[in-house]
């Protein structure tokens, strides 16, 4: 079976990147952009960066901001109606991956209409078209969206999260701009890192890795681990490093899947509407322990690249704990909670467990799972 890699067709990167766009568009005939944001980053100014950068080049733009953190059904239909009202052409989504998710959907649906109903995206859809022209601006270092097939939305009817999978969807340009990113709050920071180190180390331990995308992971591991504290205190070498190793981390994760930790977190924030980097840190180590005996050596690789020192003297389950409790030690150095005790509640585990054992993300997980066993680890950490 061939390994298949799918990346953006380009990608710009490092301070002052979104000074790049403007060029893109005109090489690329663009007339009017659908900027797709969220409303706190057009309060803040963020968003304002780039439709500034428009504005010196007289290019033509509307913004549509009806957007929520976990993005719904109904944000992505109200977002296909305000597009074909627009008159736009191609696509600028500025945020996270609630704005960059709803601009993929938003995106595939104009051009796949008999796709309008969002829920018949769910897993890998068989649409027969690019999705609108999308220019990728991230301002968390986390998501990766800006490289990755993948999207999530929330059905609010359901309480459940969906992800779609599609090579049609993957933005044309990616802008990775630190600079956009030196806004972020320190929670915000350190949740989106944390998201960023679990694409990372699910993306290495997946059903589905090869030899190309633990490059990418490893890499990834390396970058995020030595940044991410540095970005949660704002430096710039932090934030350069972050913008940098959650993107590498998107070019492995994307073509390889993912595993139960974002199972478990999709229910959380569908339910109740938990940041998904808080959801995903604080089951990372646990779901680690969980996974570990189907890991061969890659927790060795893993605790090298989070910087523990004299790995190769190590046991095999020696290095495997060494490997959970670098992940444990950087969650907690950012401030993330340590469990779920003031996040879920017992009467939902049931539900929240069969919610994760359906999500697309479960069958790349390396260990076989089940209900019971994704109720056990809820549990654990209650």
Known sequence: MANRIVL????????????????????????????????????????????????????????????KANPTIENVQSGVAAFKASSADYIIAIGGGSSMDTAKAVGIIITNPEFADVRSLEGVAPTKNPCVPIIAVP?????????????????????????CVDTHDIPVIAVVDPEMMASMPKGLTAATGMDALTHAI????????????????????????ASLRGAVENTPEGREGMALGQYVAGMGFSNVGLGIVHSMAHSLGAVYDTPHGVANAILLPTVMEYNASCTGEKYRE??????????????????????????????????????????????????????????ACRPGNPRDTSVEEIKAL?????
């Open 8 to 67: 953006n067709e380009t990608s710009y990167h490092g301070a002052g990147a979104i000074k790049e766009i403007p060029g893109e568009v005109k090489v690329r005939g663009f007339k009017k952009a659908f900027v797709c944001s969220d409303p706190d980053l057009i309060k803040f100014g963020v968003t304002k960066k780039v439709t500034d950068v428009l504005d010196g080049e007289g290019m033509d733009y509307e913004i549509y901001s009806d957007i």
């Open 139 to 163: 301002t968390t270092a986390g998501t990766a969206a800006e490289v990755t097939i993948n999207y999530v939305i929330t059905d609010v009817e359901k309480k459940r999260k969906f992800v």
């Open 202 to 225: 699910e993306g290495y331990i997946t059903k589905g890795a090869w030899a190309m995308t633990d490059m990418f992971h490893l890499k990834a591991i390396e970058i995020i681990s």
């Open 302 to 359: 893993i605790a090298r690249a989070m910087g523990v020192l004299d790995v190769d003297d190590m046991s095999q389950e020696e290095y495997r704990k060494a490997a959970v409790d670098a992940v444990k030690k950087l969650s907690q150095d950012v401030g993330i909670p340590a469990d779920l005790k003031e996040i879920v509640k017992a009467e939902d585990v049931d539900f929240l467990s069969e919610s994760a054992f359906a999500d």
């Open 378 to 382: 809820y549990k654990s950490l209650m």
